[in-house]
Every structure is written in structure tokens, then in C-alpha cells.
């Protein structure tokens, strides 16, 4: 008899989404729940997470405020986490930071939190999640870098260098995890609409954003456009799939 379930349905998987309270954790969370999947969704902002919780459709999802920066307690967290809803099928880190800031501006401490968010936390989230009783024998783990790690832009050295880095390190973790059945994968955005792109606004005439968003041929992108993506990564649809970076761009890096 030929099995007709869609490798996309996530029905009965539980998901840990990093930076659920905003843009494309946010969305993330809200079509991986689309999919039948359990969502727990966290960030430092619980007002945030709830909001997102009511979003989701109905089912067993959960808010678990966190900050992800504290980096020695990833570990210990993510063992309660498993404790309470049995073991992740897929974690969706989603958190990061960026500011635009150039060479010359740029302090050390800016450079510490921009690698510690965007980096740090996800080599401590991969090592959480491989923890025995943390991960059902089967695991996808995604990574949200940048095209800014692939292609080159002014003021965005520490983003762009933490975001290149989460890309070596998924090639480097799929090496390591496959014999684990853990799945190691990137997904590079270019510019989507969401609160972040927002922010790029605020600090762009209207002029210069207007050639950020020409050098997308397709235009900007969606949150949800990302999410799709993630939600692909994290399904039976990707069960080949490891130490991959999948750029979506609207063609930006094309040209």
C-alpha cells in the first residue's frame, strides 16, 4: 500500500524555534504549527512569545523565555525542555542581531554581542541538542545566516562574518552529527520585509534603500518565504539534505 502522508506534514514532531518572538521566528513558528508540528517557541520577551503563541493553530505549542546569550546555561535549559516535552525532533534557530555599523565605529563590545548571539549561542544550542534524551533518533537542525556571509557589504563586518561563520559551522556539524542522524543546515535570507529590515530603514535615506531593494530582481522578500524554507529543512521532504546553505534572495547574489 503506497504511503500518501506528504514528507512536508510534521504532524507528532516537537520544534524548538530560537527568536520566536518577531519576523522570521515568528512566522516560522506559525507555519511549522500550520503543518501539525508542536511548537515551543522562545526569546527574551514573553509578551512577545505569547503573542505569538496566539497566532499558532490550536494545539500543544508552548512559550520559554530565554536569552540566548546566557551561553553556559544552554545546556541545562534545553535537558529541562526535553524533560517536559519528550525529545526535539528539529530546532529553528532564529535569533540574531544586527546592527549597521562601520569599521571605523565599530567596538569591541558591539563585536562580542553580534558573535555572541549570532554565533556563539548556536555552537552551545548544537551541543545542547545532541544531549542524550534531548533529540529523537532523528534530528534536523537549522540556522538562519545571511546572504551577507556570502556576499560582500559596507558596514556590516561583525554581521556579516557571524553569519559566514554559522555557515562553516553547519558544514563542519553535519560531518560530525551525521553518524547521530542529526541533519545540519543553513538558510541565507537577502532582504525580507520585518522588523530588522525595518530598522536598515530608519538608518537609509529613502534613496539608498530604494537600491537595496532593486538589487533583489525579484524584490524584497517575506518572512513567510523563509519559513517555508525552515519548515522544508526540518521535514522528512530534506531527509538528504545536510551541511547545506540554502540562499533565498530574490536573486541577489545572482547578478
Not at 126 to 138: D, E, S, W
Not at 194 to 219: C, K, N, W, Y
Amino acid at each position: 500500500m503506497t504511503d500518501t502522508t506528504s514528507p512536508l506534514d510534521l504532524s507528532g514532531r516537537t520544534v524548538l524555534v530560537t527568536g520566536g518572538s518577531s519576523g522570521i521566528g515568528r512566522e516560522t513558528a506559525i507555519v511549522l504549527a500550520e503543518l501539525g508540528a508542536r511548537v515551543v517557541v522562545t526569546a527574551r520577551r514573553i509578551h512577545e512569545l505569547e503573542a505569538t503563541i496566539e497566532r499558532l493553530p490550536s494545539g500543544d505549542h508552548a512559550v520559554e523565555p530565554f536569552d540566548m546569550t546566557d551561553l553556559e546555561a544552554i545546556a541545562g535549559w534545553f535537558k529541562s525542555l526535553a524533560s517536559r516535552y519528550g525529545p526535539f525532533h528539529g530546532v529553528m534557530h532564529a535569533a540574531g542581531l544586527r546592527k549597521t555599523i562601520g569599521l571605523r565605529g565599530l567596538s569591541v563590545e558591539v563585536l562580542h554581542q553580534t558573535f555572541r548571539l549570532n554565533l556563539d549561542s548556536a555552537v552551545m544550542l548544537a551541543k545542547a541538542f545532541r544531549q542524550k534524551g534531548c533529540v529523537n533518533p532523528i534530528g534536523s537542525l537549522v540556522f538562519v545566516s545571511s546572504v551577507s556571509g556570502i556576499v560582500g557589504a559596507p558596514a556590516t563586518a561583525a554581521y556579516a562574518a557571524s553569519k559566514a561563520a554559522l555557515i562553516g559551522l553547519a558544514k563542519s556539524l553535519a560531518i560530525e552529527l551525521a553518524v547521530e542522524g542529526i541533519r545540519v543546515n543553513c538558510i541565507a535570507p537577502g532582504v525580507v520585509e520585518s522588523e530588522m529590515t525595518d530598522e536598515i530603514r530608519r538608518t537609509l535615506s529613502d534613496e539608498q534603500f530604494a537600491v537595496i531593494v532593486a538589487q533583489h530582481p525579484l524584490g524584497l522578500g517575506t518572512t513567510r518565504d523563509v519559513a517555508y524554507a525552515a519548515a522544508y529543512l526540518l521535514s522528512d521532504a530534506a531527509r538528504w539534505m545536510t551541511g547545506h546553505t540554502l540562499v533565498l534572495d530574490g536573486g541577489f547574489s545572482a547578478q
